[in-house]
């Protein structure tokens, strides 16, 4: 809720402060506006050819531009003939009256510098000037270190010192620069000649010499860019000053365009500005709050949802481990994974339990009978029942290989299952594997009357532990030979499929039902459940192969059909370099 509510005053204040901005950039664009129209009316007699100018400045600005005389004939407009003005009109130029030059963004009441008339210096002296203002430059970063060059207006070049300062040095005032030109000594004679009216109604003091002298303002070529701030910064009255304003005004009227009226507006129907009157405040104030509502709620309805199968997990995680609790999966997002990989994990925990029971309960069936009958004889042998004999003897001998036949198979189990079962890897060749694993149960085959042979492609080595690898064979044999009946047939099968070897056990015994195939390979399961370990083995001879295969990094798999017997194959990588064994 913090984070929200931070985040929703944050985009007020944001939205806020570029509202602001946004308006500070249309108030400057419609400034700059004005200010090149000023120019252009300062620098024009009228306004014939300004609408070029209306046309690029409002491509530029993205404003509508439109001039209009003081009696509201249209001057230039950026939109199309006969469309309707802004409802009023944004400002008046008239650069007799306005300056928006000396101080970009302002509208100062005065004279605009760009307004120059009969003082705009001819090339030639323009010329001339600058050359005396390059010398006097000099000798001013001789004597105070720098300065620069500025050129007015009306094209006459001043010296400009380091800050900004107009002072000059006495060594370097020669007073060539500040002598007025041809061009303006006739532009200040005719500007005395309209003072001098004016100031006689009034009843100043004159010179006859230089009636502006005497007013306190200094005649030279920079006065007609400040003519009325140099007076009032020397002292002239207000009566002197308003003359001479008016005088110049008179002076520069024939070199200027006339008055008109300038209409800012939006291009088609696209809004200008931006209000932030308090309706507005509050409508934002609103907007975020309703935004903020709409996001605790939201965020509240996908907590509960998200937290509730959390909490059934948690629920059914603390249960006790016997009671095997499942959690109802009801989405599809990752809590929904989540509870499904929970209920796989507590089915397998229930399987592993039920298999540890059952393992455990095998384990003591299959060591009570040895053990029973291994007392039982030795019992009756004690209390004198029974003599010794070698028979006796015998089978003694054969129930404790019997115990010790499980020990092993649990033990190599055992090491399997913890990844500590030891392989001696070397060079095998399959021919040699298979026939030595047919050598050993030949005589079990003719005694059951079961024909025992073998298939095996030349050349096939394999990288194998060969212990490990005639106990896997032994034990398939072993295990096909028991459920074939006389008169059937057991092949051991060698053969190569690319970079695999493929050791098949394939007999025509009575086989293995489809829905038993899945539990093959489990320790203790046997097909027949009223088989004794003599007639159906210990079950764990086909849990011992598939661990010994995968630890060699090969696959067994089954494939039966009943009444015609099954298949055992094995796929094992074979060895990349064939050994040469002599």
Known sequence: MVSVGATAWLAVQTTKRAIQEERGQVLSDDTDILRQLSGFAATHADWDGVQPSVRDLSRTMGRRIALTT????????????????????????????TDTYTEPGAQLAGIDPRAAGPYRLPAAERARVKVLAEKRLACVRTHLGDGSLQQLPSGRTMVIVEGGAAYVPPKCADGALNTPTRTEKEALDELIAL????????????????PLAGMGIDVTPGFTAAAQDSGRRQGGSRQTQSCVEDARRTQLDPYVAPRASLYLGALGRQPVGFDLSPANKAKIVGVAGLVLVTTVAMTTVVAVRLVRPLQALTAAARQPPQRHTRVAVTTKDETGY?????????????QMEAQRKAMVSDIAHELRTPLTNIRGWLEVTRDGLLEPDPDLIASLHDEALLLQHIVDDLQDLAAADAGTLALHREPVHAHDLVNRTVSAHRTRAESSGVRLCARIDSGIVLDADPVRMRQVLGNLTSNALRHTPAGGTVTLIARRAGDVAVLSVRDTGSGIAAEDLPHVFERFWRAEKSRSRRTGGSGLGLSIVRQFVEAHGGTVTVDSEPGKGCVFTIRLPRARHTPHIT
């Not at 003072?195 to 230089?210: M, Q, S, Y």
């Not at 989540?338 to 229930?350: D, G, Q, S, V």
Request: aromatic share 2%; hydrophobic share 45%; net charge negative.
């Open 70 to 97: 003081e009696a509201g004939d249209v001057i230039a407009d950026s939109a199309a003939r006969g469309t309707a003005l802004p409802a009023r009109a944004s400002a008046t130029i008239d650069p007799l009256n």
């Open 195 to 210: 003072t001098v009216p004016c100031l006689t109604l009034d009843g100043e003091k004159k010179r006859a010499a230089n």
């Open 338 to 350: 989540l509870a499904a990989a929970f209920n796989e994990l507590t089915a397998r925990r229930e």
